[in-house]
């Protein structure tokens, strides 16, 4: 079946530090995915996407590179801020349905 | 432009009660979804709607659970009764359609639900 894995959490890094989340999915076909961010109190925010093989999303200094050889959507940030403390979640779709199936999510924490 | 309202965002029932939960999608927005979300986990379909018709309802709990969006807008979800395993977040989505490549999800700040 389709699923999204998510390395575990809680990640706490000091502020400029590189960030690595690791994501790795399990398919058939061409899904379509996703990070989303979570703030404390908030819902849901998509952070970036990519909808095909060695597609790069990006977005406020995050990155992914859809790698479908790996089966891996990774998210990086060169430099983190406190202000990126949140829960991220990784996520898959289809084109032909419209179900995302979400990860379990990896808690950061930026710390001055 | 508003985005996805839900109400109340918290509620504390004792086991048994029944409990309902409000969801507004982003104007114009045909598709819904209601997720259930448990602590440290990420957000699982209960039901999708196209419009007022539920496309996708095999993860809801047809025994307890119901869902309605009769006007093809604003939609609820009801738990009859409520037992303490139901104690999670309770997300509501939208997105403008169904289909194509990509379809953007906005989500809701969510409904937290304690059973007592």
């Known amino acids: 079946g389709n699923s999204v894995t998510q390395m575990e959490g809680p990640v706490t890094l000091s502020e400029e530090a590189f960030l690595t989340i690791n994501c790795t999915y399990t398919?058939?076909?061409?899904?379509?995915l996703f990070w989303y961010v979570q703030y404390p109190g908030e819902g849901l925010q998509l952070l970036l996407k990519?909808?095909?093989?060695?597609d790069k999303g990006s977005n406020k200094g995050f990155e992914a590179t859809y790698r479908k050889e790996t089966t891996s959507f990774h998210l990086e940030k060169g430099s983190v801020q406190v202000s990126d403390s949140a829960v991220y979640f990784c996520?898959?779709?289809?084109?032909?349905?419209?179900?995302?199936?979400f990860g379990t999510g990896t808690s950061l924490t930026v710390i001055p | 432009e508003a985005g996805v309202v839900q109400s109340p965002r918290y509620k504390i029932i004792e086991k048994k009660q029944p409990v309902a939960f409000w969801c507004n999608p982003i104007?114009?927005?045909?598709?819904l979804y209601w997720y259930l979300q448990n602590l440290g986990q990420g957000p699982e379909l209960l039901i999708r709607?196209?419009?007022?018709?539920?496309?996708?309802d095999s993860q809801l709990p047809k025994d307890r659970f119901s869902a309605e969006r009769l006007k093809g807008v604003d939609s609820t979800l009801k738990i009859q009764p409520a037992e303490l395993g139901d104690s999670a977040v309770y997300l509501c989505?939208?997105?403008?359609?169904?289909?194509?490549?990509?379809?953007?999800?906005?989500f809701g700040p969510g409904t937290r639900l304690t059973v007592l």
């Open positions: 990519a909808t095909k093989a060695d």
């Open positions: 104007s114009g927005h045909n598709t």
């Open positions: 398919a058939t076909g061409y899904p379509s």
């Open positions: 996520a898959l779709r289809y084109s032909t349905g419209n179900q995302f199936y």
């Open positions: 709607y196209e419009n007022e018709e539920a496309v996708d």
């Open positions: 989505a939208s997105s403008l359609g169904a289909g194509g490549n990509y379809n953007e999800q906005f």
